[in-house]
């Protein structure tokens, strides 16, 4: 270890912060938490360890890179893997569901068990008390959302559970749009009629 | 049923391809409206940098290199939405090149009784072979590939059979892992291959997880 690596460590930190300190948004306060977190864990570890740290600074860090690269320019040997899991859920039965109605304080949706091919299909209805806050904005009619009975499981405890979990779809941009209509048309003029 | 015995199992979708760690990150997430905000607020991320990215959201952890996309969960209430939002954000980076596809299937199970365990590796690898030769011969690791695919697609299937290293209820653990690889045509352009790539994950998803379940069960059936 140099005394020279761990200055270089703390400029970087400092420069971090310079930067982001000049940005407003609260992402970018957001990214200088994780980051200052993130920074303080590996000098934690590195201090417990100091002939490792050499290996760990980039000396090719470049302040001026793109603001997402001002990240993390440590080195470290990344774990491959989770060693234990200590935190899972199991499924007793899923549904896929599709909104038809929506009240005040419900809604109900045709349900399909996932993963069958039969055409059976039920009819339920759901409170919304049941939803969480950020999937009830995408509660409308025709949205898709998933049903899981089962169990989680977090060190050790076993608790019964039922989530409901609203689909995320990407915005469609203008482009995708022109190109499902030039497939709609291609498809179209390919058809024979006899 | 061997899913009586079932503890643990988890998912995960690997993509082969040419990417840029630094652009997939929780708030980039957030921003295409891919995730909710709080998870992208409560990240763990471990690294964002330009070799790698890492990090996790509770119910998937996702990890970037520069020729390899990884999400993986052993949550199976979320199994369908990991596979939403790789299907997403694939769709999204319109301009990035894949190559291959993986969707694994690790099951952790716990036997009750030693005799299973026993049987298990005996009935898959009769142990009698190494009688002679070999003091008390027992079963460690099993690799069997399906070189061709059942379904006619490119790709393989390989089953790998270890000892779990999970903290379960018996000391009788099993791992079976399997692979369901898809190998997408060269001669398709970057385009094609790319919507071959989403359509397997659209379209062929429920035939995985039919197909892993029931290799699963075959193989309890002959070694029990």
Known sequence: MSMESTTINEKYLAEFSSYFEKESSSIHNEYLKILNSRVKFYKEILSENSSDLEKVVDKDFNPDNELVSKGFHLKFPLQRSILKITKYSTSLQKWIGHVLDIDEFSFTARIDELN?????YETAEFNKSEISSEDLKLLEIGAIFYWNVGYSVENGQKKKESIVMFKRDREWSED?????????????SKLKVS | MIKDYLHIRNLSIVILGDFNPVIIQPFWLLEKKLIRELEAIDANVEVIHNEISKFDLKWVTIEITK???QFRTSMESHFE???DLAINIFEILKETPLKSLGINHEFHFALPHDEQYYNFGNNLVPLKNWDGFLNDPKLLNLEIVEAERKDGLNGLLRIKIQPSDQDLPTNNKILISINDHFTIDKNKGETGRKSEMINILKCRWGDSFERVDNIIEEIWNKVK
Not at chain 1, 116 to 120: E, V, W
């Open chain 1, 176 to 188: 995708d749009f022109n190109l499902a209509i030039d497939q709609a048309n291609d498809l179209y």
């Open chain 2, 81 to 83: 939405l990991v596979r």
């Open chain 1, 116 to 120: 069958r091919t039969n055409d059976i």
């Open chain 2, 67 to 69: 020729e390899r996309c």
